[in-house]
């Protein structure tokens, strides 16, 4: 353990991956909210393009991948504006042309191969460099002051979206804010959890979190926690097991959610029968009353 | 300064001559359906309105309409004698939609539901202690205080729609639209819902809302418009809705059954 800790680039992997452990779930629970879990994913598939880009024109690829997943996922906020007939279709089209597109795009690069992709695709400890850690500690604070920051405006747009505009918040602002959030989160989440399981990170510990929770702050909060837990034994795990850092935090998570949903089960019954005890008002329950 | 000052002085400026809400012809189509074929509505200072009619007459179109979330394809809508398209006085409007648009995937609490209806006031601003204490008193009025800690989805329908009429109250606002507020709402919540309405009426906010039936609200009603094929079948007037079973709520909603039967009628 604190041999890992001597060789500079684990100290590097574990500030990203504590930031990341942050910032993705914390964005991660709004899309759950809105019920747009697979968000995430599709911006995934974007960002490939971007990456291939960085490699063809000699640039930074999370720079360009910040930019080409922001754009395409302000191109999903406005499918889902304009094109409610046929959205999922529209969709498909740009996840998977973002993903052929970064196929086509690194292959023209001067010794661009997939071999690029593949640390971006599945993570990667080793290959996180001073300056990245620098992008990806900007980037996080300014995902955090978004969600943490807005959390109350969010809430209330991903809640009940026809309800937010009649109190007349900026809506549309707010919710291209939070695409373009969502977008850097990925991002920032690429090299260590890598694109095609950035969206786990952003999703599941939410999904754990919800099994133990009422309420919205509570969520958040423990969904963030459960973020930085797995994020961290994660990156030592593949550290230790010589394994890429995405898949041992994407099982860790999934790990942690199976034994917050039993140990969160029995918590939920008593919940629901002190519910419905003091209901009041003879009020009918649907949940836990006893049938006559 | 309060922020409930400066509304005050506003009110105060704009008595009585100007309607809080007013339709002129208006007309409006949901996809290639024509709903709304010119509604004409007005709701004065104080009044409460109910709007009745079969399904598919245009009534929750119409409140929709009203707040700006159904385009409107002709007609003049005007909301405290601002056209809709520049008003931005939404701090003044409380509105509770259908409950069936209000369902997140992730659990919330009563009171942070609640909170969110206060928004229309600190925008981008944290809660204050003013605002706190409103969303406290939106729980009380609605009979959901003990109840603020426990999560939405562990209420019964009309619990769920008790917490999004205090979400609407806790902006504490001049106008209140509500769609089908009594939909699918137990006995207990429809009189809890009737007290807080008679609450709100006394202390001079106007009310637009939409209705199956009069129910327990009968006495509360100023007027009752009922809409046929997007248009105004006719208007009753307070002396044809206060049917003497009526006037006294409690009798009726502990009874349990009478004031429901006798205003079905208006539907028909």
Same mark, same amino acid.
């Given at each position: 353990?604190?041999?890992?800790?001597?060789?500079?680039?684990?100290?590097?992997?574990?500030?990203?991956?504590?930031?990341? #452990?942050?910032?993705?779930?914390?964005?991660?629970?709004?899309?759950?909210?809105?019920?747009?879990?697979?968000?995430?994913?599709?911006?995934?598939?974007?960002?490939?393009?971007?990456?291939?880009? #960085?490699?063809?024109?000699?640039?930074?690829?999370?720079?360009?991948?910040?930019?080409?997943?922001?754009?395409?996922?302000?191109?999903? =906020?406005?499918?889902?504006?304009?094109?409610?007939?046929?959205?999922?279709?529209?969709?498909?089209?740009?996840?998977?042309?973002?993903?052929?597109?970064?196929?086509?795009?690194?292959?023209?690069? $001067?010794?661009?191969?997939?071999?690029?992709? %593949?640390?971006?695709?599945?993570?990667?400890?080793?290959?996180?460099? =001073?300056?990245?850690?620098?992008?990806?500690?900007?980037?996080?604070?300014?995902?955090?002051?978004?969600?943490?920051?807005?959390?109350?405006?969010?809430?209330?747009?991903?809640?009940?979206?026809?309800?937010?505009?009649?109190?007349?918040?900026?809506?549309?602002?707010?919710?291209?804010?939070?695409?373009?959030?969502?977008?850097?989160?990925?991002?920032?989440?690429?090299?260590? %959890?890598?694109?095609?399981?950035?969206?786990?990170?952003?999703?599941? $510990?939410?999904?754990?979190?919800?099994?133990?929770?009422? #309420?919205?702050?509570?969520?958040?909060?423990?969904?963030?926690?459960?973020?930085?837990?797995?994020?961290?034994?994660?990156?030592?795990?593949?550290?230790?097991?010589?394994?890429?850092?995405?898949?041992?935090?994407?099982?860790?998570?999934?790990?942690?959610?199976?034994?917050?949903?039993?140990?969160?089960?029995?918590?939920?019954?008593?919940?629901?029968?002190?519910?419905?005890?003091?209901?009041?008002?003879?009020?009918?329950?649907? =949940?836990?009353? $006893?049938?006559? | 300064?309060?922020?409930?000052?400066?509304?005050?002085?506003?009110?105060?400026?704009?008595?009585?001559?100007?309607?809080?809400?007013?339709? /002129?012809?208006?007309?409006?189509?949901?996809?290639?359906?024509?709903?709304?074929?010119?509604?004409?509505?007005?709701?004065?200072?104080?009044?409460?309105?109910?709007?009745?009619?079969?399904?598919?007459?245009?009534?929750?179109?119409? +409140?929709?309409?009203?707040?700006?979330?159904?385009?409107?394809?002709?007609?003049?809508?005007? &909301?405290?004698?601002?056209?809709?398209?520049?008003? /931005?006085?939404?701090?003044?409007?409380?509105?509770?939609?259908?409950?069936?648009?209000?369902?997140?995937?992730?659990?919330?609490?009563? *009171?942070?539901?609640?909170?969110?209806?206060?928004?229309? @006031?600190?925008? !981008? /601003?944290?809660?204050?202690?003013?605002?706190?204490?409103?969303? @406290?008193?939106?729980?009380?009025?609605?009979?959901?205080?003990?109840?603020?800690?426990?999560? +939405?989805?562990?209420?019964?329908?009309?619990?769920?729609?008790? +917490?999004?009429?205090?979400?609407? !109250?806790?902006?504490?606002?001049?106008?209140?639209?509500?769609?089908?507020?009594?939909?699918?709402?137990?006995?207990?919540?429809? *009189?809890?819902?009737?007290?807080? &309405?008679?609450?709100?009426?006394?202390?001079?906010?106007?009310? !637009?809302?939409?209705?199956?039936?009069?129910?327990?609200?009968?006495?509360?009603?100023?007027?009752?418009?009922?809409? /046929?094929?997007? *248009?105004?079948?006719?208007?009753?007037?307070?002396?044809?809705?206060?049917?003497?079973?009526?006037?006294?709520?409690?009798?009726?909603?502990?009874?349990?059954?009478?004031?429901?039967?006798?205003?079905?009628?208006? &539907?028909?």
């Amino acid at each position: 353990m604190t041999e890992m800790l001597q060789y500079e680039f684990m100290q590097r992997a574990l500030i990203a991956a504590l930031m990341i #452990g942050v910032a993705a779930p914390a964005v991660g629970v709004y899309l759950v909210q809105r019920r747009q879990a697979i968000m995430g994913d599709g911006i995934g598939h974007i960002a490939l393009t971007g990456v291939a880009l #960085g490699f063809l024109l000699n640039t930074s690829p999370v720079w360009t991948a910040v930019l080409v997943s922001s754009a395409g996922a302000m191109g999903m =906020e406005l499918i889902r504006w304009y094109g409610k007939t046929r959205g999922d279709l529209a969709l498909a089209l740009l996840f998977y042309g973002g993903m052929a597109g970064g196929v086509m795009l690194i292959n023209l690069a $001067p010794n661009g191969s997939n071999a690029n992709l %593949v640390t971006y695709l599945f993570g990667s400890i080793t290959t996180v460099s =001073e300056e990245d850690v620098t992008t990806i500690v900007g980037l996080s604070v300014c995902v955090l002051a978004v969600s943490i920051g807005l959390r109350r405006q969010l809430f209330a747009v991903c809640q009940d979206e026809e309800f937010a505009r009649v109190t007349g918040l900026p809506v549309r602002a707010l919710n291209l804010l939070l695409a373009v959030t969502a977008a850097v989160t990925v991002t920032v989440s690429m090299r260590v %959890v890598g694109l095609l399981l950035v969206s786990a990170l952003m999703v599941i $510990p939410v999904a754990a979190a919800q099994q133990a929770t009422r #309420g919205f702050a509570t969520t958040l909060g423990l969904s963030v926690v459960f973020g930085v837990v797995v994020t961290l034994s994660g990156t030592t795990l593949s550290y230790e097991a010589d394994v890429p850092p995405g898949a041992s935090i994407v099982l860790l998570a999934i790990g942690l959610f199976v034994v917050v949903t039993v140990l969160a089960t029995p918590l939920a019954r008593s919940r629901a029968r002190r519910a419905a005890a003091g209901a009041g008002e003879g009020a009918p329950e649907r =949940e836990g009353a $006893p049938v006559a | 300064m309060e922020p409930g000052e400066h509304v005050e002085g506003e009110r105060a400026m704009r008595t009585a001559s100007e309607p809080v809400i007013s339709l /002129r012809g208006v007309t409006a189509s949901l996809g290639a359906r024509t709903v709304l074929r010119g509604i004409d509505l007005t709701v004065a200072p104080g009044e409460v309105v109910a709007l009745l009619g079969a399904n598919g007459s245009g009534k929750s179109t119409t +409140v929709r309409a009203a707040v700006g979330q159904v385009p409107v394809s002709g007609g003049e809508l005007a &909301l405290f004698g601002t056209p809709l398209a520049r008003f /931005r006085g939404w701090r003044r409007v409380g509105y509770v939609p259908q409950r069936s648009t209000a369902a997140g995937g992730v659990p919330a609490t009563v *009171r942070e539901v609640v909170s969110s209806g206060r928004l229309a @006031r600190t925008r !981008l /601003r944290p809660l204050g202690r003013a605002d706190k204490a409103a969303v @406290r008193h939106a729980l009380d009025v609605v009979g959901m205080a003990d109840r603020a800690g426990d999560s +939405v989805n562990a209420l019964s329908g009309g619990q769920h729609q008790r +917490v999004l009429i205090a979400r609407a !109250l806790a902006g504490e606002p001049e106008l209140l639209i509500m769609d089908e507020p009594l939909t699918g709402v137990d006995l207990a919540s429809q *009189r809890v819902l009737a007290e807080a &309405l008679r609450g709100q009426k006394d202390g001079g906010t106007s009310v !637009l809302l939409v209705l199956h039936e009069l129910g327990p609200l009968a006495p509360l009603i100023d007027r009752a418009v009922v809409l /046929r094929d997007g *248009r105004v079948e006719r208007v009753d007037e307070p002396e044809r809705l206060h049917d003497p079973s009526c006037h006294h709520p409690r009798d009726t909603t502990d009874g349990a059954e009478p004031a429901t039967m006798i205003e079905t009628g208006l &539907l028909s």
